[in-house]
């Protein structure tokens, strides 16, 4: 058996494919979709012309736009089936069950199990149209309230919002929903969009996809670090005891949820939109501590930014969905909302130079070896 | 940005783990579980000992195997709300089914969100036997029957039988279903082990990789080749017409199905033994003409088995479950019933030593460029 192999574990720094969709630049801290700048975009774009940008390639004209827009609200809607299916597993987290709820879309949307470019275009605009009423209907299903019915004059974030709270949101915080949105849209070949493409291989439609993208967001270690970081700020209760924290969570040798990223070394560029917005929310809700105990904890942690430890999107995320009165376990939820038009465009791109990925596992067990009756076994 | 890596294109050839669960040598045709060649058991082993084996190292001893078995029985029950939820999806395809049952079972069984060594083998053992459960409740509720209840008392496959045609299956037919499922039983880091993987490197639950798994199985490049060699065989219509069929295929280069492998340059190991399935039960059910046609294909696709061209292993399982009387869009379910230990015991290699699994695509879009307003775009 071959033993001089080379394993690389998690494969790191392995390219798989070529991919046209976003450049991450890890040394600089540079992101870009289509070559726009994640400033540019989370400053002056909308969620809407994100995701025509990602999927499309370019920047939509007003026309363009408007066609666009029309079609992701006319995707505003579940069958009965979806509703009884929320129901009767209600109980459970919201990320199993929106992946159940989207899995179940396959099975109740024949359109789904169509397959090719225009295909997966389509049915992946009218998930991500879904996939916020899912949520939202859950959230109110658990609550014994009843689900709030999309509304096809709202914008994606706006409705959201109020299909979520039931309420017309502010101006300002559809607009930070959006760009939260926006910073989550897209990020390369990360685990989930990854493991889509692995789907995507065999073959299998966008829905199926789809539905392990869920699966493997729904790790602490890929879509868990926003929940992370709110239970560290609660652990943590005032700003001049974050240094402390930091200190002894060092001394031990844990990592410092917030900090850190696979590609990043300078600080993850996505960060400081959320930063900005987290200051402002909290001082507009009277509510400033947050933010203090965040910033005390960048402080902190400023010793070891040399080992490329630095803030990463999801530091600030959880404190604005906290600000807004949001439930923990629904972050993750809200990071799918987000990422919905980059895993469609990964698995576009994959199934246009199709091929099953499938690499290998270096076997390190017993040699052959000679079968053994049941009962002459020790 | 960087040009001049190497892209790897599928993954092939990449090593990017150590595994003791099993060895294929492609080039000599041959598949050990943990040591064990798939010919010894396949001809001496049941489905039980294999699961035992592949999960646990070695083969059971009497004891052992008795509180297995146990086990493996005690975990054939389903919540009321999963039959619910069969009902809704009941007109889906029989994976999108399974998969949204399997994904339920998240949000309706507490113990699933549970992760470690143990709970991965405690809940991999539950859904092993649920999985067959599920498949058989919805093909009865779609067919406006009652779901049969599991048999506590019957093996693995027979109480699959059982649960699928509300009749006792004769010992042969059990045989045949047993050693189908331990052909299937594991195979590396195919797509669907491998896409399980990348799931659990996020550190998800078990659940959340199944789900993964059989959405990646799903695919027709993947479990879709028995079907695809059923449908194949019935173009075919007479054991005459099979050299007429191979020749105009590969005159016009399109594949034959059933033929070729991403791993094996010889036979795939496990060929032989549901070609001598075929054989007998076609011969015992007054069917010949299936393995005829079959063995025609075969003697047809010699000339060019020197491109590695040799049958696969679903080569003879469709035929064998078209004797059986099972629908067609069944056979995909039935591979997953098989190789449920193996995605079990991938998952809980993954997690022992775990990583994230993320490797890199090279960007090929745009430079860096600036945004344009809205009004301005052509």
Redo the contacts between chains.
Sequence with gaps: ?IED???????????????????IDGGKGEL?Y????IH??AE??TFE?VCYLLIH?E????DE?AAFDAELKAGRELPD?VY??IR??K???PM??L??AV??L???EPT??EVGEAAFIRNGLRLTAQVPMIIAAHEAIRNGREPVMADKNLSHAANWLWMLKGEKPSEEAAKLADVDFILHAEH?????A??AR???????NL???M??AL??????????AAEDVMKMVHEIGTPDKAAEYVKTKRKAREAVTGFGH??YRAEDPRARHMREGVRKLGAEMGAPEWYEILQAVVDAMKPYSRHGLNVNVDFYSGVIYQLHGIPMDLYVPIFAIGRMPGWIIQCVEQQRQN?????????????????????D??
Tied chains: 1, 2.
């Design positions: 058996m192999v080379k394993i690389n574990r998690g494969l790191k720094g392995i390219y798989f494919e070529r991919s046209g969709v976003s450049h870009l289509r070559g726009y700048t540019d975009l002056n774009a012309e390639g920047l939509p004209n007003t736009l089936a009884d299916i009767s597993a109980d459970g987290h199993d069950v992946r159940t899995s179940a396959a099975a109740l789904s199990q390369g070949a990360n685990a989930s990854f493991a692995v789907t995507v291989g065999t073959e299998a829905h199926g996809a539905v392990t699966s493997t967001l729904a790790g602490p270690a890929h879509g868990g696979r590609v091929i099953l990925i499938r690499p290998l596992t270096l076997y390190n067990g017993p040699d052959k070896r000679d079968w053994i009756t049941l009962g076994r020790a």
